[in-house]
């Protein structure tokens, strides 16, 4: 095997077109060996390279007869001394950080553990090999047609998220192609397609599609992970997601999946794991950071350095404070933009990410490094705020540039529709998005990303069903799962023949999407709540790749009766400007209101009515004609006038309605109804107890 010096960037391995230029940093290690096998199934490697040159503590070499499709992994030695937070051993072949395509998956086994099994994970290193089990990179090469591809760049304020599994999405869709289906390809399916766009949905929020690996505990209870947030892989898309385990293929149908939807209008967001590993605590396998360097890659306890600092749950946390480990998430970053066209991301337990020297900080190196990146500084950034860290709740932390999930709003909106007292308040603040929490340094509603359901917890149709979590599916004896779920089964446990409560929970259900649709900010929908789906009561399903967790598509009259409520709320929210804000709303000012918040009585909230807690029903009035926003050709933007009208209430409210001169107030959507239940004579509307409804009054010609 020739090998030629080669250069210490980029990092990973990269085919120029003649041979493969392989680069890895470690700091501390002693030697590097490059390890080339032949096929997925070789049990060792046909050779070893040493990789001899080591420039500013990358170990780089370039073999000019190795070229796309060559099966790699690294042998590391060093200093096998985990109280000084080393755990190099070579006997374990590591997979490279920086490789573009796994081509061999993980196969669990004892030899991965860089201990002997059931001994000391502080002990002596175990000298097994793991070589015919260690996950393998793969050689890319990274040509594709992308066909005059370009990114929607929806605007912020036009934006509708819907979040989805790859897998659960289209697992079981009658009309995308068998072979497809739980792909890739199976998102680029006309029909899934088509279902979106009816939707009013602008952007997909995909689970994360990095190759991660099933925890060991997993797989021997008969489960796998099946949410993936266990990465091992910062840059190549999962095989399971891809119609055959070839290393190029997953790349390949990735991008054709982006090109598909980018073709339809929509944009593509990752939903990414850069706070931990699948490596776990102390106790885990070494299967890549572990045993290039420990030290350099994880957060490890500065009084014992045999631990780790775990901001996440998950037994470790990634050092984003030390410069490599920050490298390796930016080129992640930049290379899902540049070379995948993907059009943002959203963080996993963001909070973790910023704590350089353990604490949250909104000026820790991470946000600094990503607010000056002319790459990541034009694409969406989302922010799962919070981590299980001490002070690792930050809704409304982050700073400008970055939108969080608004777990507030979430909980807000769920404390009302139960029926809560005293809800309101904050209700009005998280309808006309949630200026409390983004309102300083020049941080607008897009901010806030709405949400009511997510794939962490009870669906919207759970939601409504059930008071308590059903988890028994996950082995774990209900124990897991959030036990704080805000919800409210309407009078009975799970299924029921009841059809006062049936028809309540429908109603519910539509509350919920409702609100959700109304709210200035970002809407995210999670997938399937817009027919129904249901996962029995489970708020963890993240072991349940089975039909407990994807979403069927036998729809009945039900099902697809709400179908069409959401796509109404979708072609609502998209057809009316009040709903698209770039701007805070002002409230009462010289000259007018841009938003009104009315009791049934048609006058206008004062301190007494806001300070009454049994008090649930609530207007909002937003006026078409004082949107103090102009368009993209500086033309003042206005539009129709919106009266939201929200009764929390188990009674029916008769809502007096504001006046509306010549301009009538037209029934659009009811959740109780098929529209809104107007007196003969225009001027009040009936709202049953725990329902909704939105009326409009047309913008007068100009």
Known sequence: MRLLPGTPYPLGATWDGQGVNFALFSEHATKVELCLFDAPADRVERVCVPLTERTDQIWHGYLPDVGPGQLYGYRVYGPWSPAEGHRFNPAKVVLDPWTRAIGRPMAWDTALFGYAPGGDPDGTADPTDSAPFAPLGAVLDPAFDWQDDRAPRTPWPRTVIYELHVKGMTALHPLVPPADRGKFLGLAAEPVIKHLIDLGVTAVELMPVHAHADEWQLLQQGRVNYWGYNTIAFFAPDPRFASTALAPTAVTEFKTMVRALHAAGLEVILDVVYNHSAEGDHQGPTIWFRGIDN????????????????????????????????????????????????????????????????????????????????????????????????????????????????????????????????????????????????????????????????????????????????????????RDGDNNNLSWNCGAEGPTDDAEIVALRRRQQRNFLLTLFVSIGVPMVSGGDEIGRTQAGNNNAYCQDNTLSWTSWDLDDERAALLTFVQALGRMRASEPVLERRTFLGGRRAGGADVLWLTPDGGEMTNEHWAEAERRALGMLLDGDAVPEVNAAGVQRGGDTLLILLNGGAEEVVWQLPPSDDRPWEPLISTADARPSLADDGLTCRIPGRAAAILRRRRAKV
């Open 295 to 478: 030290r350099v890659y994880y957060h490890v306890d500065p009084e014992n350095p045999a631990r780790y600092r775990d901001f996440t749950g998950c037994g470790n946390t990634l050092n984003t404070g030390t410069p490599k480990m920050l490298q390796l998430l930016m080129d992640s970053l930049r290379y899902w933009v540049e070379e995948m066209h993907v059009d943002g991301f959203r963080f996993d337990l963001a909070s973790a990410l910023a704590r350089d020297s353990g604490q949250f900080s909104r000026l820790s190196s991470f946000f600094d490094v990503l607010a000056q990146d002319p790459v990541i500084g034009r694409v969406k950034l989302i922010a799962e705020p919070w981590d299980v860290g001490e002070g690792g709740y930050q809704v409304g932390g982050f700073p400008p540039g970055w939108s969080e999930w608004n777990g507030k709003y979430r909980d807000t909106v769920r404390r009302f529709w139960r029926g809560d007292p005293g809800m309101l308040p904050e209700l009005a603040t998280r309808l006309s998005g949630s200026s409390d929490l983004y309102g300083w340094l020049a941080r607008r509603p897009q901010a806030s990303i709405n949400f009511v359901t997510s794939h962490d917890g009870f669906t919207v149709a759970d939601l409504v069903a059930y008071n308590e979590k059903h988890n028994e599916a996950n082995g774990e004896e209900n």
